[in-house]
Nanobody, 120 residues
């Protein structure tokens, strides 16, 4: 099973981007999915979480601007980012709890980062 993050890029302040996190591989069950972000010299910050029943939670810094959602049929999770600010600039990572049917073991998987740059 692999996680693939995409959708980063360069955007002006006030603009929008949508990040995608797709889980692919042999049969599995996708549980909670989280988006984190990290800038050089800082700890990785939890940005948003969506549970298997689509409950959501956000960091205070992004509430009202970011929306996390999931497409169960596609095993994908999205992070819609609106009203972007320069301080949102970071590498964004998706992370998911996944249970491969073959092992029935729940583990946390990480996707590669995708860079979001917000210019002022």
């Amino acid at each position: 099973v692999q996680l693939q993050a995409s959708g980063g890029g360069l955007v002006q302040a006030g603009g929008s981007l949508r990040l995608s996190c797709a889980a692919t591989g042999s049969s599995f069950i996708l549980h909670d999915v989280r988006w984190y972000r990290q800038t050089p010299g800082k700890q990785r910050e939890l940005v948003a979480t969506i549970t298997s029943d689509s409950s959501t939670n956000y960091a205070d810094s992004v509430k009202g601007r970011f929306t996390i959602s999931r497409d169960g049929a596609q095993n994908a999770v999205y992070l819609q980012m609106n009203s972007l600010k320069p301080e949102d600039t970071a590498v964004y990572y998706c992370s998911a709890e996944i249970m491969p049917i073959a092992t029935m073991t729940l583990s946390r998987y990480w996707g590669q980062g995708t860079l979001v740059t917000v210019s002022s």
